[in-house]
């Protein structure tokens, strides 16, 4: 799957297209929505680009590859488009999936900025070859945890099923909270049913249910379940990890979809920037643009900067990262190393818990920020 590098316009000098690898999940069991957004933001920059005259008068071109939430796809794509002579790769929203491509373009020598995921060890090693746009799982869900202890739940029960992405965040809940007075429940979703969280939630006496599912299934069951059980009325429940932040969820469960907190990396106010290409991606998706969408077009914006002032050469991409300074969506861009994250990271991308308000599901709700 190719982006057609350039509409009719600008004058191409002799030369090929400088290519750009896109992982994106695009079918099932991807999170096909998500991946969706992802591409509308690739795409629209890529053209954007295209239109600004390329990268020194040749045309930008994005190679799209469909992970669809597999790792070993993931990596074999990898491997593909190296071959195809990509300049750099892009992209992927599950993190799990991203892992698997980092440390297949860390061997390769080839350089990934990194869109959407967040599990921080996105390789083993530290590596000169990746940079990450979205805030590393560490920060993302600290920041939730503040908001679960702000709004005076200490009892809190996570709903899981095994996943190093699960496991990681779970992990980052629990130490959180102990260090301030609180407890996390773990509940086996390879081993529960809906209704057996419910009656585990009444035992365990917790006031907050965090989802670490997967969506549709058993997300929607789970959240059902506890909505209709009249002993949880007054349970939160919440989902870090983004899935009410789409419409498949507010499809899927309609006014049970309200009043869930998720984390989403937007900041209160879009800039001028922001403003412009949040309008272009809901004309391109027919919706609004959720983060992933911005993730995705301050992914391509970077990229074709570095390739503008460094050229194509992988080696001089990756030797880049610390030198960037990109005006984004939702922020000045530069990279920096964190401690414990093994990629260059960009530091301070904003991070908010929303939810959409009871009162008026398509519309989103701030209740915190960090």
């Not at 809190?156 to 996943?163: R, T």
């Not at 086996?188 to 549709?216: E, Q």
Request: contains cysteine; aromatic residues 6%.
């Amino acid at each position: 799957m190719h982006t057609p590098p350039s509409p009719p316009g600008p004058e191409w000098t002799d030369g090929p297209s400088v290519r750009i690898g896109a992982l994106v999940p695009l079918t099932r069991p991807g999170w096909v929505e998500a991946g969706r957004h992802l591409l509308a933001g690739l795409e629209l920059a890529v053209g954007e680009v295209n239109e600004a005259g390329g990268i020194g008068g040749r045309p930008l071109e994005l190679v799209v590859r469909d992970t669809a939430a597999d790792p070993q796809r993931a990596a074999a794509a990898v491997d593909e488009l190296a071959g195809l002579g990509v300049a750099a790769l892009a992209g992927e929203y599950h993190s799990v999936v991203a892992r698997a491509a980092a440390t297949r373009a860390d061997a390769l020598g080839l350089p990934f900025l990194c869109s959407s995921a967040v599990l921080d060890a996105l390789t083993e090693q530290p590596t000169e070859w990746v940079a990450r746009l979205s805030p590393p799982q560490s920060r993302g869900w600290q920041v939730y945890a503040d908001f679960l202890l702000g709004a005076g739940h200490r009892r809190i029960a996570v709903a899981a099923q095994p996943s190093v992405y699960w496991a990681a965040g779970t992990g980052i809940l629990r130490d959180h909270l102990a260090a301030r007075g609180g407890t996390v429940t773990e509940l086996d979703m390879s081993a529960l049913t809906p209704a057996a969280v419910c009656d585990a939630l009444v035992d365990s006496r917790a006031t907050a249910l965090l989802l670490l599912v997967g969506h549709p299934d058993p997300a929607v069951p789970i959240v059902k379940s506890v909505r209709g059980d009249q002993r949880l009325a007054e349970i939160l429940i919440g989902a870090p990890a983004g899935q009410p932040e789409f419409t498949e969820w507010a499809t899927s469960l309609g006014d049970d979809s309200a009043g869930i907190p998720f984390l989403r990396y937007l900041p209160e106010r879009l800039g001028p920037l922001g403003t412009r290409v949040e309008k272009a991606l809901r004309e391109r998706l027919g919706q609004a643009p959720s983060f992933v969408a911005f993730e995705g077009y301050d992914t391509v914006t970077v990229l074709a900067d570095v390739l503008r002032s460094h050229g194509a050469d992988r080696a001089r991409i990756a030797e880049s990262w610390p030198r960037v300074a990109v005006e984004g969506t939702r922020g000045q861009i530069q990279f920096s190393r964190t401690p414990g994250i093994s990629v260059w990271q960009w530091a301070w991308p904003p991070v908010q818990v929303v939810d959409r308000d009871p009162a008026e599901p398509d519309r989103f709700r701030i209740l915190h920020a960090g």
